[in-house]
């Protein structure tokens, strides 16, 4: 679904699972510290957008999936993990509840998929599960929402993330984590009031939002994520699973690593050798002096760091070692701790 934000003077398209909304508006590192600086909002318009209604919603979808969402307070923003019965991750939902619908953004192109799943597990609860995601749209600030600047605006998702939230448990450093007081938030708007509501104001590409991400050690469903990924490689218990609530699909692995064992991957923060013209894209293989150890799985130019990624690299590989994609030198920051 192409944004009418793409319109605007200077867009130009992102491509992969970013397309249909502005990768840049022409000056990207600008673009990023004015979204830093709370002065620009992000085209987020390509998300998908779940709905579940009823009195039964919160219960319902607390018993299918990863996070503690019985008590969850109308505003508060939440997220939670679909897992695979093997406990693979295979959505992360987004989610703010007005007190009478639970709001759902979830990766591009995914909604349809969730949607059916919900579905199929209603059984005789009462719930409605509707994929919205042709009526409403996502938008990105990295800043305290302005009531006046965002009146027309719908439900505003508030991301936890760096956490921990709840009965929980990290992976990752808690007190020196890049993070720390991350404003990140996603506002729900009528598809049909975007261009109205976005108004005149500076926008920001979707890569000036992906390296803001990165930077924050954040990963993305889809992204930083395959069908073999659980939730621990990618520290993301911290905000997404709860680990003493009823069981859920995929428990059984996120108990039994936890109580057990280590991710057999970690996820990992790099620098990349920027002195070259072009870095390396997301899929690219690391490897060490040996062998492959991993590969980049998002990748991005941020405004302060120069080049940077995210990477899942095999637990065992050295936090010490300089590693390599192609002819690019990576030098890796632990967030995993193997």
């Given at each position: 679904?192409?944004?009418p934000?793409?319109?605007?003077p200077?867009?130009v398209?992102?491509?992969?699972?970013?397309?249909?909304?502005?990768?840049h508006?022409?000056?990207?590192?600008?673009?990023?510290?004015?979204?830093l600086?709370?002065e620009?909002?992000?085209?987020?318009?390509?998300?998908?957008v779940?709905?579940?209604?009823?009195p039964?919603?919160?219960?319902?979808?607390?018993?299918?999936?990863?996070?503690?969402?019985?008590?969850?307070?109308?505003?508060?923003g939440?997220?939670?993990?679909?897992?695979?019965?093997?406990?693979h991750?295979e959505?992360?939902?987004?989610?703010?509840?007005?007190?009478?619908t639970?709001?759902?953004t979830?990766?591009?192109?995914?909604?349809?998929?969730?949607?059916?799943?919900?579905?199929?597990?209603?059984?005789?609860?009462?719930?409605?599960?509707?994929?919205?995601?042709?009526?409403?749209?996502?938008?990105?600030?990295?800043?305290?929402?302005?009531?006046?600047?965002?009146?027309?605006?719908?439900?505003?998702w508030v991301?936890?993330?760096?956490?921990?939230?709840?009965?929980?448990?990290t992976?990752?450093?808690?007190?020196?984590?890049?993070?720390?007081?991350?404003r990140?938030?996603?506002?729900?708007?009528?598809?049909?009031?975007?261009?109205?509501v976005?108004?005149?104001?500076p926008?920001?590409?979707?890569?000036a939002?992906?390296?803001?991400?990165?930077?924050?050690?954040?990963?993305?469903?889809?992204?930083d994520?395959?069908?073999?990924?659980?939730p621990?490689?990618?520290?993301?218990?911290?905000?997404?699973?709860h680990?003493?609530?009823?069981?859920?699909?995929?428990q059984?692995?996120?108990?039994r690593?936890?109580?057990?064992?280590?991710?057999?991957?970690?996820?990992?923060?790099?620098?990349?050798?920027?002195?070259?013209?072009v870095?390396?894209e997301?899929?690219?293989e690391?490897?060490?002096a040996?062998?492959?150890?991993?590969r980049?799985?998002?990748?991005a130019?941020?405004?302060?760091d120069?080049?940077?990624?995210?990477?899942?690299?095999?637990?065992?590989?050295?936090?010490?070692?300089?590693?390599?994609?192609?002819?690019?030198t990576?030098?890796?920051?632990?967030?995993v701790?193997?």
């Amino acid at each position: 679904m192409r944004s009418p934000l793409l319109d605007r003077p200077g867009a130009v398209e992102a491509d992969g699972v970013d397309a249909g909304v502005a990768a840049h508006y022409g000056d990207p590192l600008r673009e990023q510290r004015a979204l830093l600086a709370g002065e620009a909002v992000v085209d987020l318009s390509h998300r998908g957008v779940v709905t579940v209604s009823g009195p039964d919603r919160l219960t319902w979808l607390h018993s299918l999936t990863t996070q503690h969402l019985t008590e969850v307070a109308a505003g508060v923003g939440t997220e939670s993990l679909v897992l695979s019965p093997h406990g693979h991750i295979e959505h992360a939902l987004h989610l703010v509840d007005d007190g009478a619908t639970a709001w759902i953004t979830v990766e591009p192109g995914t909604a349809g998929a969730l949607t059916a799943w919900l579905d199929s597990m209603r059984f005789m609860l009462r719930v409605e599960v509707t994929d919205v995601s042709d009526q409403y749209a996502v938008l990105g600030v990295a800043a305290e929402v302005d009531a006046d600047r965002w009146q027309l605006a719908g439900p505003t998702w508030v991301d936890p993330w760096p956490g921990p939230v709840g009965d929980t448990a990290t992976y990752g450093p808690v007190a020196d984590h890049p993070a720390a007081g991350r404003r990140w938030r996603e506002l729900l708007v009528a598809r049909a009031n975007l261009a109205e509501v976005v108004g005149d104001q500076p926008m920001a590409g979707s890569w000036a939002a992906e390296a803001e991400r990165i930077a924050a050690w954040r990963p993305r469903c889809g992204v930083d994520s395959d069908h073999r990924t659980i939730p621990h490689e990618l520290d993301w218990l911290r905000t997404a699973v709860h680990l003493h609530k009823g069981c859920y699909r995929g428990q059984e692995t996120v108990a039994r690593v936890h109580n057990l064992g280590r991710p057999p991957r970690r996820l990992v923060f790099c620098h990349l050798d920027g002195s070259g013209h072009v870095l390396p894209e997301a899929g690219a293989e690391l490897r060490d002096a040996r062998r492959v150890v991993g590969r980049l799985t998002s990748v991005a130019r941020h405004h302060e760091d120069g080049p940077v990624a995210l990477a899942v690299v095999r637990r065992a590989t050295d936090p010490d070692a300089v590693l390599h994609a192609g002819e690019v030198t990576v030098a890796q920051t632990t967030i995993v701790r193997p």
